[in-house]
């Protein structure tokens, strides 16, 4: 520690550094704040590790980590190759929207559009107004509701419905959905009583029916999406319950997650649709926008005309509600439905292409890999619905292979490369399935691929 103070004095000044050659180009191309704001960041690391004795890195290697930091923060978001096989890769943006729905959000965010306001009378209106009429046809439902998120309608409808009051729900149903969000926390947080109800592998409806008193205010069930309870475990089907809620005179909410309208072929039996719940007697079913809907980010409730109702009034509903840009991209999307062009939709088009299909494509990337590589193979794969939809069930598909010493580094060039792709990883290689890449991807994807495996940067 003695020698701590001479190694502080060597660390350079962020305004000595802001006044270098590369600081001062920095700061003209990507804005002196961020620059500022990253050389802060790096010195507070560089004067931590004096603390514990290191020797500060030179002015320039400083420089350089600040401003990749800046670099990457200005840059903002950009466009990857998908090569995981997660359909609805969460990391990732979950769906990827069909062309015109994406034109649809642009131009909704580019122009003044009639939001709120009724064209025929000049009249205030609501932004939701259209994509509701639609849900409630394509459902059958006798309301509908959007907000922002598929955990922001939840929330609403647990605030609204049963603040102060008990909500049974499964021990089996108790689940963490990812990024923090679980069940327990969600309801605590909208001001409702958690009641559980069974246990983690069984949950019979005398459990319900037990649990059930003056102070229930709902019954909740839960799509477990991101994983499943297999071999000795069961929970009433929703028709039983909802059955023993209306006889209790309470709602029945059920969490679907993840978002299908209605059964289709090639859907396992097991992923419940919002048509299916509520003809099981869903009193109001939650889903998002942007897993097997294949649409934006979104929340979106459907049942019930007068529980809608005490939602929509409820203030929580104004704090959560829908950008313009979503608005339009939903209005879209569920248009496709409504004309039955669903299956045109990217992540259903993803999920139902045919194995010989997804083969080719595979067989595409090698041949274009193979002029320069060797040891670049098509192999049978799994690919995975992901976003909480479908747990534990695959979908066969196909990847390419490629076998490199070290896999993990060569990833981590591939991330940061242009394009960006994101792959598997493998002991001996790095895997791409294609599933998840569209054709037009294919030749930029192997060009990233070489470019990585040379360790260059791909020229612009
Ligand atoms: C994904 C999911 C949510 C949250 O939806 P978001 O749109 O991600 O906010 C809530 N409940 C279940 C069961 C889910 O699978």
Redesign the pocket.
């Known amino acids: 520690m003695a020698e701590a103070p001479g190694l502080r004095r060597r660390i350079p000044s962020v305004d000595a550094l802001l006044r270098s050659e590369p600081g001062r180009r920095a700061s003209a191309s990507l804005g002196r704040p961020l620059v500022k704001h990253a050389l802060q960041g790096v010195l507070e690391e560089v004067r931590a590790m004096a603390v514990r004795g290191a020797a500060p890195p030179e002015d320039d290697v400083i420089l350089a980590r600040a401003i990749g930091m800046a670099d990457r923060a200005a840059t903002g978001l950009v466009p990857v190759i998908n090569a995981t096989g997660v359909v609805l890769h969460t990391g990732l943006g979950r769906a990827p929207l069909p062309d015109a729905a994406a034109a649809a959000a642009a131009r909704a965010g580019r122009s003044y559009g009639d939001l709120e306001v009724d064209r025929e009378t000049g009249r205030r209106g609501k932004r939701t107004t259209r994509a509701e009429s639609m849900l409630t046809a394509l459902t059958g439902a006798e309301a509908a509701l959007v907000v922002n ?4 309608a ?1 929330m609403l409808a647990l605030a609204a419905l049963a603040r102060r009051k008990d909500v049974l729900v499964s021990r089996g149903e108790l689940i963490e ?1 990812g990024g923090e ?1 679980r069940i327990p926390d969600i309801l605590a947080a909208s001001g409702a009583r958690l009641v559980e109800v069974g246990t983690t592998n069984k949950t019979r409806l005398s459990d319900y029916r037990a649990a059930l008193s003056s102070t229930t205010g709902l019954v909740l069930k ?2 477990p ?2 994983y499943r309870v297999v071999g000795f475990a069961a929970t009433p089907p929703a028709a039983d319950l909802a059955a023993v809620a209306h006889t209790a005179g309470v709602p029945f909410l059920y ?1 679907l ?2 978002g299908l309208l209605e059964r289709f072929h090639g859907v396992p039996e097991d992923e419940p649709a919002a048509t299916t719940a509520l003809a099981d007697g869903a009193d109001l079913v939650c889903f ?1 926008g ?2 097997l809907l294949g649409g934006p ?1 979104a ?1 979106i409730l459907v049942g019930k005309g007068d529980l809608v109702e005490r939602l929509r009034r409820n203030p929580i509903a104004r704090a959560v509600r829908v950008d313009k840009m979503q608005v339009a991209a939903l209005e879209s999307v569920l248009a496709a439905y409504a004309t039955g062009k669903q299956g045109d939709l990217p992540v259903w088009r993803m999920l139902r292409e045919s194995g010989d299909d997804v083969k080719r494509r595979a067989q595409r990337l090698a041949a274009t890999l193979d002029g320069d590589l060797s040891g670049a193979h098509v192999r049978p794969s799994e690919a995975v619905v992901g ?2 939809s479908m747990p534990g069930y695959g979908i066969p598909s196909w990847a390419v292979e490629v076998e490199c010493p070290e896999p993990p580094s060569l990833a981590a060039r591939l991330r940061t490369g242009r394009p960006s792709v994101f792959c598997r990883v493998k002991e001996k290689a790095v895997v791409f399935d294609v599933r998840t890449v569209r054709d037009d991807e294919i030749p930029h994807l192997a060009r990233a691929v070489w470019y990585a495996l040379e360790g260059d940067d791909v020229p612009d």
């Open positions: 998120n598929g955990a922001a939840l959905i969000f839960v799509h999406s991101n969490d997650g993840s998002s942007d897993k980010q929340g976003g909480g």
